[in-house]
Nanobody, 126 residues
Framework: QVQLVESGGGLMQAGGSLRLSCGSSGHTFSSYGMGWFRQATGKEREFVAAISWGGRSTDYAESVKGRFIISRDNNIDTVYLQMNNLKPGDTAVYYC???????????????????WGRGTQVTGSS
């Protein structure tokens, strides 16, 4: 059974940085494309970033492009989301997701992902 566990969330200040991690188990991590999504209170879940199985292809939402970086380490079955220059609008629960996709194609639609973590909260501080 695939399990995804996010960590690294917390309070963030505008202009600051956070790094989220997502540890994976129960599957061959390197055969899966990975993605990060987020959901703010009262809003729908939205795509943030995606990375292909080998890490050669990445994709970002326009709202985070140039600020966030997705990466992965297949040796330790972990995907990361480095978030820089954080803005109040980045406040949300961040979810890690996995899709079986042994190719360099990424996906930005939530329905394309089979497995989800429980999320980690990122909250802007005043």
């Amino acid at each position: 059974q695939v399990q995804l566990v996010e960590s690294g969330g917390g309070l963030m200040q505008a202009g600051g940085s956070l790094r989220l991690s997502c540890g994976s188990s129960g599957h061959t991590f390197s055969s899966y494309g990975m993605g990060w999504f987020r959901q703010a209170t009262g809003k729908e879940r939205e795509f943030v970033a995606a990375i292909s199985w080998g890490g050669r292809s990445t994709d970002y939402a326009e709202s985070v492009k140039g600020r966030f970086i997705i990466s992965r380490d297949n040796n330790i079955d972990t995907v990361y989301l480095q978030m820089n220059n954080l803005k109040p609008g980045d406040t949300a629960v961040y979810y890690c997701a996995a899709r079986f996709a042994p190719s360099e194609v990424t996906a930005n639609a939530a329905r394309g992902y089979e497995c989800w973590g429980r999320g980690t909260q990122v909250t802007g501080s005043s």
